[in-house]
């Protein structure tokens, strides 16, 4: 990878673990591997089995209550598997808390903004852009050397981001005060700030007018250039079909498609999970 966040380019994270090549060249980032998630007699996932690939912009879809949202909060440690793994940079993940899972380049934004509403832009960026500092108490409570040096690097990368992501000319105003669409941005600009190398997207298009959903696609687009993996949970298909490299596609918890986008548009079980109707029924 390149150097932090310069574009921001994301740098392979101290002592990850080397990733092998598969046979087609592709490296897995991300493994699923048939993992089920009980919440007492209800199962959330269902056996789902999937990998993410470095380099790629997957989508991960399906009817609310799918179970996608349940997926991301599985993968980054919120919730804890019932049965199965799942690998991150080939180390199992499982079990790990959240923070530790952060350090490890996976970083992501959720359904409902979290923000710190009276921060500034320009803040809010510096606290995910603190995920990586090494200062000690006594370092920064007596401001020695390496603390002033972590928060004038920090600085930087957050005024980077604000740039990159379209608002740099909202830097200085509170996140409350912020259009909904700079909201998103924002937080996306926050996640960024913790340097990862797989960048998981929860519903990022909410609320957006068809503007807003172009620029939108033109920005994740520019995070995967920049050499960031993309996993992205999205009810918009016209977004997801026309920015995806390939979809994953969940229903009532199980994985029933998994393939190119215009694969995954023209299988049978999708267009019955969509319309609610049987598979017989679906020509």
Known sequence: MGETVQQPTVPEQAGAPAVESTAGGREPLLEVD?????????????DVDFTLYKGEILGLIGPNGAGKTTCFNA???IYQPSQG??????QRITGKKKHHITKMGMARTFQNIRLFPEMTALENIQ????AHHKTSVISALFRLPRHRREERDGLEKAKRLLDFVGISDRMHDAARNLSYGEQRRLEIARALATDP??????????????AEKEEL????RKIRDQGVTVLLIEHDMRLVMGVTDRIVVLEF??????????EVREDHRV????LGVPDDDVA
């Open 34 to 46: 048939h993992v089920t998630l009980r919440f007492g007699g209800v199962v959330a996932l269902d």
């Open 75 to 77: 993968m980054t440690g």
């Open 85 to 90: 793994e799942i690998r991150f940079r080939g």
């Open 127 to 130: 606290v995910g852009a603190d």
């Open 197 to 210: 190398v797989l960048l998981c997207l929860d519903e990022p298009a909410a609320g957006f007018n068809p």
């Open 217 to 220: 696609l033109q920005l994740i």
């Open 253 to 262: 918890g199980k994985k029933i498609a998994d393939g190119l986008p215009a």
């Open 271 to 274: 267009i019955a999970a969509y």
